[in-house]
C-alpha cells in the first residue's frame, strides 16, 4: 500500500513526497510541475522486487537517510557517543504542512536522536528552502561529525554538474564535471565561504543548457566551510547533500541540545542555467533587507583603493570628491588607509579610529566636504581582522583566534579576532557605532582578508561554526543600531558571497580583479547564483593593476553595467576627454539601471568570440553584446537570442548620449535567427535596447 502523499506544486516545479509512517519518509519526486491531481501510482516498495544479495528489507532513499541500519548510501547524519549510536533509524516521524512549507520530525528513540526536517517552497520562484535541527535526546554527549542541511533527489537522467571555484583576483571559474558511479564531493575548509569554494552547483539534465532543459540548482545559505556531494542511487537516482563541513570535534551536543543547520536554498528549472540563475535572483531579492523596506536606484560609486591604496591626503581626496561628484557619482567610499597608524597592510587593523596625522580633524572634514557635494559617505572596515602590530592586540592579545603552543598564523600580516568572546564583540560594536554615530556615514564596506587557520576558542576547540554565528549577531546587532546604513560584503574581492550573509548586506564586491575582460566570465559566474543589482562592478585605471592589460573605457563600462556600476581610479589623472567618456557613462548607467537591476537576465555566447548578457523583461529589454576576441570570420555572425518573446519589437543601438536608427523585427526573428551585430574590435560591446510594439 502506498503511504501518504506530500506535495508541494510551485509555478513550473512540483516536489513529492510519500510517508509510509514506518520511518523516514520517502523522495518520490522533485522536477517539472506535475498536474494538480496527478496520482502517484503504487507505493515505492510495493512493485519493487528485493533484488538478489540484498538484506531482506532494502532501506530506500528518504528525506533524511543515515547510516547503519541498512543505507548504504552517503548518511545526512554522522554522529555517535564515545563510539556508541553511531547507527541510527527513525522509528516515529510526524509530517506537518502548513501553506507550501512541509515540517518532519523523525525520531530514534534507540540511538536518543530527533531531527526535524523544514522544506518550505515559494512557489512564485520555485525554490525550496531547506534546513535541518539535530537534538540530542540521549542522556550523554553526542559528537556530530556531518549534519546535512538537505537532501535532495536528483532524476537518473541528471549528467552533469556546473560549478564555480577560484582565487583571489580569479573569482567564479567555472568547471563542468561528469556524473558518473563514483561520488561527487566538494569541500571548503577556509573557514569563510571563501574565492574557492562557492558553496552551490547547478545539475544538468540530458543536454541542459544556458536557456533550455532540465537544471537543478542548490546554494547553502553559510558563509564558513561547506561541504557539497552528489552520489549514485541503486535506483539510478542520486542524492545530493549541502551542508556545513565541521571540524573534527567541532559539534558536541550536550542531552537535550539542538544543532541548526544553515538554510539550503535549491530550485528547478526547465529553462537551463538561466532558468535555475532566475530562480534564485527572486528568492535572493527576498532575503535582502533594504533600509526603507526597498531598494532604491543603486547610487553609482567611486572607491577610493586602486586610486590611491593607503596614501591618504584629505586634501586630494577633497579634490576628488569634487571630481566624483562632477562626473555624477552618487556615493563616495574611502577605503583602507584611514586609521590611526595604517601606512600599509603591516600594522593598525583593530584600531578603528581615523589617523591623527593624515586626518588632524579626523575624517568629519572630508565627510561632510563629500556630502555637501550631494554625494553618500562610504567607510571601509575590517571588523575581523588585527594585526599584531596593533594597540588592540597589544592590550588583548588573547582576543585573537590561536591553538596554545602553535605559532599564530598570519596572512596579509594579520590575525582573526575570536567574534565569539562577547568583549570581542563588544568592542567592535563599541568602535563601529561610534564611527557611525560621529560621521555621516551611509555606508560600511566590510572587509575579510584571509582564510582562518585555525578557528579555535581558549581551550583549543575548533571554533569555525560559533565564528561565523558571530559574525552574523555582530551585522543583526549593527543593522538593528543602524538600519539606514547599507553594507557591502567584501573579502579580498569575492570570497565572501552567499545567501547566509545575504539578509545583512546590500552589496558583493566580486573580485579585486577590476579587468574587464577577465570580469566577463567571473560576473556571469555570480550571476548564477546572485541578482545583478547586488554584484558590484567598477571602471578601473588602465593598464588594469591585477592584470597589466589595458581596455577602452566604454568596454569597461559596458562590462560593469551588468552590475552596481562604480569607478575605483584616481579621476585626477584622467585627461578631460577620458572624464568626459566617463561621465557619459555614468549618467548611461543611471538612464538604463532601472532595466538592469530588479528584473531577469539571461546570459549567452555566440560565435566568434560574442558574449552577450541581457536585462530586462519580457516586453522591454537591453542586450550587452561583448566582443571579448579579434574577429576570426570575416563577416559578423547575427546573435541569436533565445530569450526573446514572439511579437513586434522595436530595437535600436543605444549609446551614451546618442542612439541609433529604430528597426522593427519580431521576437521569434531575433530568437531564431538573431540580431545582426555591427563587426568590431575585441573588447567592444554594442548595447540595443528593445521595446515591445
Ligand atoms: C581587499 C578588498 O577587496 C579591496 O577592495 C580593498 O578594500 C583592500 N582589501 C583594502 O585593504
Not at 13 to 19: A, K, N, Q, R, Y
Not at 207 to 230: E, M, P, R, V, Y
Not at 505 to 533: K, N, Y
Request: with cysteine.
Amino acid at each position: 500500500m502506498a503511504g501518504q502523499i506530500f506535495a508541494l506544486h510551485g509555478r513550473a516545479t512540483s516536489l513529492v513526497i510519500e510517508d509510509r509512517g514506518d520511518g523516514a519518509p520517502l523522495w518520490r519526486y522533485w522536477g517539472p510541475r506535475l498536474a494538480d491531481d496527478f496520482a502517484a501510482g503504487p507505493g515505492l516498495l510495493d512493485e519493487r522486487p528485493v533484488p538478489s544479495f540484498s538484506l531482506d528489507e532494502p532501506v530506500p532513499f528518504a528525506l533524511f537517510p543515515t547510516f547503519g541500519m541498512g543505507w548504504f548510501g552517503q548518511s545526512g547524519l554522522l554522529a555517535h557517543r564515545d563510539g556508541l549510536d553511531f547507527a541510527q533509524s527513525f522509528t516515529g516521524s510526524r509530517i506537518e504542512r502548513a501553506g507550501t512549507t512541509l515540517t518532519c520530525e523523525l525520531n530514534d528513540s534507540v540511538a536518543g536522536v530527533e531531527v526535524k526536517l523544514a522544506i518550505a517552497l515559494d512557489p512564485d520562484c520555485d525554490v525550496l528552502t531547506l534546513s535541518t535541527e539535530l537534538t540530542n535526546r540521549g542522556d550523554a554527549p553526542l559528537h556530530v561529525q556531518w549534519l546535512s542541511a538537505a537532501v535532495l533527489p536528483l532524476p537518473p537522467d541528471a549528467r552533469r554538474v556546473r560549478h564555480f571555484s577560484g582565487r583571489h583576483n580569479g573569482e567564479f571559474v567555472p568547471h563542468t564535471d561528469g556524473l558518473g558511479a563514483a561520488l561527487w564531493r566538494k569541500e571548503n575548509r577556509r573557514g569563510l565561504t571563501s574565492h574557492w569554494g562557492v558553496p552551490g552547483a547547478v545539475v544538468l539534465v540530458d543536454d541542459a543548457g544556458d536557456h533550455s532543459g532540465l537544471a537543478f540548482g542548490a546554494q547553502l545559505a553559510w558563509s564558513g566551510n561547506s561541504l557539497q556531494q552528489i552520489e549514485l542511487l541503486d535506483d539510478g537516482r542520486r542524492q545530493w547533500q549541502l551542508g556545513e563541513w565541521l571540524a573534527p570535534g567541532e559539534i558536541r551536543l550536550a542531552p537535550g541540545e539542538t544543532l541548526a543547520t544553515p538554510q539550503v536554498l535549491a530550485t528547478c528549472s526547465p529553462d537551463g542555467l538561466g532558468g535555475v540563475a532566475a530562480n534564485f535572483h527572486t528568492a535572493m531579492r527576498g532575503r535582502l533587507d533594504w533600509p526603507g523596506g526597498a531598494m532604491r536606484p543603486r547610487p553609482v560609486l567611486l572607491n577610493t583603493w586602486e586610486g590611491y591604496y593607503f596614501d591618504h591626503d584629505p586634501a586630494r581626496l577633497m579634490q576628488l570628491a569634487e571630481a566624483a561628484a562632477s562626473v555624477g557619482i552618487e556615493r563616495f567610499v574611502l577605503d583602507d588607509g584611514w586609521f590611526a597608524g595604517r601606512d600599509d597592510d603591516t600594522r593598525a587593523l583593530g584600531d578603528w579610529r581615523p589617523d591623527s596625522r593624515k586626518y588632524p580633524d579626523g575624517l568629519a572634514p572630508l565627510a561632510r566636504h563629500v556630502t555637501a557635494l550631494g554625494m553618500e559617505f562610504g567607510l571601509w572596515v575590517e571588523p575581523e581582522m588585527v594585526n599584531p602590530d596593533s594597540e588592540l592586540l597589544r592590550a588583548h592579545p588573547d582576543w585573537a583566534l590561536a591553538i596554545a603552543d602553535r605559532p599564530m598564523v598570519t596572512a596579509r600580516n594579520q590575525l582573526v579576532l575570536d567574534m565569539a568572546q562577547p568583549a570581542v564583540s563588544e568592542y567592535l560594536f563599541g568602535a563601529l557605532a561610534t564611527l557611525l554615530t560621529d560621521l555621516p556615514i551611509a555606508y560600511l564596506k566590510w572587509d575579510h582578508n584571509r582564510d582562518l587557520a585555525p578557528a579555535a576558542d581558549r581551550r583549543g576547540h575548533a571554533a569555525y561554526h560559533r565564528q561565523v554565528a558571530a559574525t552574523y549577531a555582530l551585522l543583526a546587532r549593527l543593522r538593528a543600531a543602524f538600519p539606514e546604513v547599507e553594507i557591502e560584503s567584501c573579502a579580498g574581492g569575492g570570497g565572501r558571497i552567499d545567501a547566509g550573509i545575504l539578509p545583512y548586506v546590500h552589496r558583493f564586491w566580486t573580485s579585486d580583479c577590476i579587468d574587464a575582460l577577465a570580469r566577463v566570465t567571473m560576473q556571469r559566474g555570480f550571476l548564477q547564483f546572485m541578482p545583478p543589482e547586488i554584484m558590484g562592478a567598477h571602471v578601473g585605471a588602465s593598464p588594469c593593476h591585477s592584470t597589466g592589460r589595458s581596455f577602452p573605457i566604454a568596454f569597461q563600462a559596458a562590462v560593469a553595467c551588468q552590475g552596481h556600476f562604480g569607478v575605483e581610479l584616481d579621476l585626477l589623472k584622467l585627461d578631460e576627454a577620458d572624464r568626459a567618456e566617463l561621465a557619459a557613462w555614468i549618467a548611461f548607467a543611471k538612464e538604463w539601471r532601472h532595466l538592469l537591476h530588479g528584473g531577469r537576465i539571461w546570459n549567452g555566447a555566440a560565435r566568434d568570440g560574442v558574449v552577450w548578457h541581457a536585462a530586462g523583461n519580457r516586453d522591454e529589454w537591453l542586450v550587452i553584446v561583448y566582443r571579448t576576441a579579434p574577429m576570426q570570420q570575416a563577416h559578423a555572425s547575427p546573435v541569436p537570442l533565445p530569450h526573446i518573446a514572439p511579437g513586434q519589437f522595436a530595437v535600436r543601438e543605444i549609446r551614451p548620449g546618442d542612439c541609433g536608427t529604430v528597426r522593427h523585427f519580431d521576437g521569434s526573428w531575433l530568437a531564431a535567427a538573431g540580431l545582426a551585430v555591427p563587426p568590431g574590435p575585441p573588447h567592444s560591446a554594442t548595447i540595443w535596447h528593445g521595446v515591445r510594439r
